[in-house]
C-alpha cells in the first residue's frame, strides 16, 4: 500500500490594521501511513498551543521517521530556511556563531545551519518528543556538533545566554494563541529573549499570525527592527498582502 503522509493545516483568518482579510495556512508536522491518499486535517491552531498537544504531533512524527525515515514537515516551506540563511550570508554572520533555535521541532532547519558550515548551534524545544525526533535525524545525518535541550522559554531551567543570533519560525505564533494568559505569556517570552541574546545580537522571526507592524510593538521594549526580509505575496478578496512576516531585529 502506497504511504501516505498526512499534513495537517490550520486555517486562520484574520483582519491586520489596515482591513486587509488574510487567510494564513499552518503547516504543522503530523504523518500517517494509511489509505494511500493523501489526507488533509483542518485543525485550530490554539490547540496545540498546549504542550500535550505538541507532544502527541512529535510522537507520531517520531514513529513515522522510524518506521520510513520521513523527516516531516518544514515550518513555512524549504524557502523560509534558505531565506535565513541567506540573510546570515548577507551579514557575513560568523560560522562559529552562537545560534539558537527557539522551538526547534523537528530540527531540520538546524541540519540546515551545520550543512551551510555553522558550528555553534543549540536547538530548544519544550517537547521531550520534539528533541528526540530532532536527534534522531541529527544522528542519521552524521553531524556531531548540533546541541538540543529539552527547554520551556517561558520558563528556562538552565542557563541559556549570550548567543548571537536567535530564530524564531512560529514558536511565536503558537505562544500567542495560547488560550491560557497569551498577552503575560508574550510579554514573558520577550522577557527571555532579552536573557539569552546578547547585546547587539540579532533575532530572526517569522510569523504568519502577526503583522510586521504588530511585530514591532511586541518587540518595542529592548529591541529595534534591523530589516525586513521579502516574503511571498498572495489575493485574497481583491486585495492583496503577505503571508507570513519576516523580520531582523537587533537587541539594543
Known sequence: MQALKATVVALRLRRDRRGLETAVLRRMALSRRRWGLENI???????????GSWNAVYERELQTFQEYGDTGEIWFGEESMTRLIRWMQKHK???DASVLDIGTG???FLVELAKFGFSDITGIDYSP?????????????????????VEDFLNLSTKLSGFQICIDKGTFDAISLNPDNAIEKRKQYVKSLSVVLKAKGFFLITSCNW????LLNEFSEGFELFEELPTPTFSFGGRSGNSVAALVFQKK
Open 129 to 149: 518528543s520534539a528533541i528526540q525526533l530532532s536527534g534522531s535525524i541529527i544522528e542519521k545525518e552524521g553531524l556531531s556538533n548540533i546541541k538540543l535541550k
Open 41 to 51: 486535517l483542518w485543525i485550530e491552531l490554539g490547540t496545540l498551543c498546549l504542550q
Open 211 to 214: 503583522t510586521k507592524e504588530e
Open 106 to 108: 523537528n530540527g531540520v
Open 93 to 95: 554572520i560568523p560560522l
